[in-house]
């Protein structure tokens, strides 16, 4: 998309003005007058030559002299107005001739009329006056192709990102029934749950997978601090891990820069995330309270956010917690200094928000949990890793079964690889369009996914 020229910008082109006349005293007179302006002047002694020019080149102004042989002013600037629509017309006449004039104002709508002889002021100011509303005009142009161009690229983007969001959430939820039903009857669902998607997070290549685990040992340091139940504890840390679960079903263009770099349009849809998480989690009826927690982290404690304009006690504490430990972690990350100022300079901007953004209790909570938050080693979510077929090694297990684009199992969870496997695996590989990202499991427990 091209750069629109500002008017400051035009402001510093001289404007350029065409004027017709059969005298040339009169065009020797007009070209002095103009020049001495920093006005462009081309000059044309005849109606046929001016209209050649007029082809080949752009005019923000054309002046022509009523009475001339062969093609008089009022012929002329109606062929100007025919060719150049936008230039602005003006009338020269050295006769009282008002009928000739008035068939200038109604045939060649001109925009205005001087007689000779004319006072050097008044003919300039007419002249720039006239030069302002051509350039005017033309920005108008630009500007509405400009708008329309920007509506039909956000057309295409909704468009895009709607088919992107559906398939998406489509596979995720997929998922999210399996694990339903595999784990009906388990105690640990929500772990298994949480481990799963957080691995889908930290194999994506623009998402920071470490920073959705220091977001949720935070919260789960916030929420003790505040003394809540062991329920709410661990629900603020799977909210925190899973925080950015929105983002897997959007165009990465949104999210592998830092939101400030993105145009206004980009980031409303970039805060669209929490309500497509909501869409991802909604059969995972048992992260009801994480999900919740997901939905409102945009809120603001002084009811000035997104979704719902929430305010105080109205937003569920766990977006609270969420929202302060995101932004803490996020501002640490975008902060160049050394670990120690960092994280002070971190706490330091969470805290001049407390009562605009955020609860203060819950600022308090994030500046008492701080004195161990560097202290204590990184929190791994999953027990999984996720490798390609080359770093497969003989003995490693199966986390997830691996399907085919067709739903076939090719090798179920819990398989022990081995040489013939594992060379399976790769001559499988060879006929698909992208290579295989493989759940090899470290002992607890997970569920199958198609590859």
């Known amino acids: 998309m091209k750069d629109i020229p500002t008017l400051e910008t035009q402001e510093q082109i001289p404007a350029k003005v065409l ?6 005293s009169v065009l020797r007179a007009l070209s002095r007058l103009l020049n001495h302006h920093k006005i462009e002047v081309v000059t044309c002694s005849c109606a046929t030559q001016a209209i050649e020019a007029l082809q080949n080149h752009e005019f923000e102004v054309a002046i022509s002299d009523m009475r001339m042989p062969k093609m008089d002013g009022l012929a002329f600037l109606s062929k100007v107005k025919e060719l150049a629509p936008n230039t602005q017309r003006i009338l020269l006449t050295g006769y009282a001739d008002i009928e000739a004039t008035i068939g200038a104002i109604n045939q060649a709508k001109i925009h205005a009329y001087l007689n000779k002889p004319w006072e050097n002021e008044h003919l300039v100011q007419v002249i720039v006056q006239a030069a302002e509303k051509y350039r005017l005009a033309k920005h108008n142009t630009h500007l509405h192709a400009h708008i329309l161009e920007q509506n039909e690229q956000l057309h295409e983007l909704n468009h895009s990102l709607e088919q992107l969001v559906s398939k998406r959430t489509k596979q995720i939820r997929q998922v999210l029934k399996q694990l339903e039903i595999a784990h009906k009857h388990e105690q640990n669902e929500h772990k298994a749950t949480v481990e799963l998607l957080y691995n889908f ?23 003790k601090q505040l003394k809540q139940p062991t329920k709410a504890i661990q629900t603020a840390g799977m909210a925190g891990f899973l925080a950015q679960v929105g983002l897997l079903a959007m165009d990465p263009e949104l999210y592998k820069v830092p939101t400030n770099q993105l145009s206004d349009q980009q980031k409303k849809l970039f805060y669209t995330h929490p309500a497509t998480a909501q869409l991802m989690l909604m059969p995972a009826q048992h992260l009801n309270d994480v999900t919740e927690a997901i939905y409102h982290q945009f809120e603001k404690y002084n009811g000035e956010g997104i979704p719902k304009g929430l305010k105080d006690k109205e937003i569920p504490l766990c977006a609270q917690i969420l929202a302060v430990a995101r932004d803490y972690w996020q501002y640490f990350a975008q902060n160049h200094k050394n670990d120690a100022d960092k994280q002070s300079d971190a706490l330091s901007h969470i805290k001049a ?11 308090n909570a994030l500046e008492a949990s701080a004195k161990v938050l560097h202290k204590q080693h990184n929190d791994h979510a999953g027990s999984m890793q996720i490798v390609s077929s080359e770093q497969l090694e003989p003995g490693m297990t199966l986390g997830l079964a691996v399907h085919n684009h067709q739903g076939i199992m090719l090798l179920p969870k819990g398989h022990i690889f081995t040489v013939t496997s594992i060379a399976k695996i790769k001559q499988l590989e060879q006929h698909k369009p992208t290579p295989f990202r493989l759940m090899i499991s470290h002992g607890l427990s997970s569920e199958s996914t198609s590859h």
């Open 201 to 223: 997070i930290n194999a994506n290549p623009y998402i920071d997978g470490q920073l959705a685990s220091n977001i949720a040992k935070t919260c789960r340091l916030m929420a």
């Open 353 to 363: 928000f407390s009562e605009h953004l955020y609860n203060p209790k819950v600022v």
């Open 19 to 24: 004027c017709v006349d059969d005298e040339a």
